[in-house]
C-alpha cells in the first residue's frame, strides 16, 4: 500500500468547501495538523494530510458551525449588501 501524499491547502479548502485563507487561519490557531516544508522559514509553507484533516475535524468538533466552517448567510449571499451610502433606507 502506498503511503498518503502530503497535500497543499488549496487541496485541503476544496475538500472542506472554505477558502484557502480560512485553512491557513485555522493552521495557525493549531486548529488543523499541519506539516512545514521549511520548519525554520518565517514564513511558513504548509502540507496536510487529508486523513489527518478529517480525524481533526471529526474529533474536535459535533458541528462545522463550531468548527466555523459554515458560512452565515450574510457571508454566503453578498447580493443582499447595500451600497454604504443606502444603509438604513
Known amino acids: 500500500m502506498a503511503p498518503e501524499p502530503y497535500v497543499s ?5 476544496e475538500h472542506l468547501v ?4 480560512q485553512v491557513l487561519a485555522m493552521t495557525r490557531e493549531g486548529k488543523l495538523p499541519a506539516h512545514p516544508i521549511d520548519p525554520g522559514a518565517t514564513q511558513k509553507q504548509w502540507r496536510y494530510k487529508l486523513s489527518e484533516v478529517d480525524a481533526a475535524v471529526g474529533a474536535n468538533h459535533t458541528t462545522p458551525l463550531d468548527f466555523g466552517i459554515v458560512q452565515s448567510a450574510t457571508q454566503l449571499d453578498n447580493k443582499a449588501r447595500q451600497p454604504r451610502h443606502q444603509k438604513g433606507t
Open 9 to 13: 491547502a488549496r487541496v485541503v479548502a
Open 18 to 21: 472554505i477558502q484557502c485563507r
